[in-house]
């Protein structure tokens, strides 16, 4: 997809909340099955052997859903993060080189400044000559 678009999180597998609500400190639920396996003897304790082992394996699958949702967040991170960086680096160049017509702006600024004063004193040295002339026109006269 594209990256500038937001993207919608994916709905949670449903034992997502159980992992991310569960402490972890007093579980039942990461319990060491081995302790049971060593426990079990007998034809009787057969049938439990095999339930513990249908639990251990619809645990398993629902972990493994658990581990492709969060690749899949940490995917989608990733892409917006690298998105993120481009536009950033975009930026970064825009306001460079703005930075750059602004001090180019300054040193124009700078330099009709320093021409319009050379004007102005001009202009006043002219006009002191043109009256001084006239005088001496009058004199003449």
């Excluded at 909340?17 to 639920?29: A, I, P, Q, T, W």
Aim: hydrophobic letters at 35%; aromatic letters at 4%.
């Amino acid at each position: 997809g594209d990256p500038g678009l937001v993207l919608q999180s994916e709905e949670e597998p449903a034992s997502l909340s159980s992992v991310r609500s569960d402490s972890g400190l007093n579980s039942m639920e990461y319990w060491d099955y081995m302790v049971e396996l060593e426990c079990i003897q007998g034809q009787q304790d057969s049938t439990v052997a095999v339930e513990l082992g249908k639990d251990l394996a619809i645990k398993n699958r629902e972990l493994e859903e658990v581990v492709r949702f969060q690749q899949d967040t940490i995917q989608d991170q990733a892409m917006r993060i690298e998105h993120l960086c481009r536009q950033t680096s975009m930026l970064r160049e825009v306001t460079d080189s703005r930075m750059k017509v602004y001090e180019q702006l300054e040193v124009a600024v700078n330099s009709l400044e320093e021409t319009n004063t050379r004007l102005v004193e001009e202009a006043v040295a002219d006009k002191n000559r043109i009256k001084m002339l006239m005088e001496n026109v009058e004199t003449m006269r």
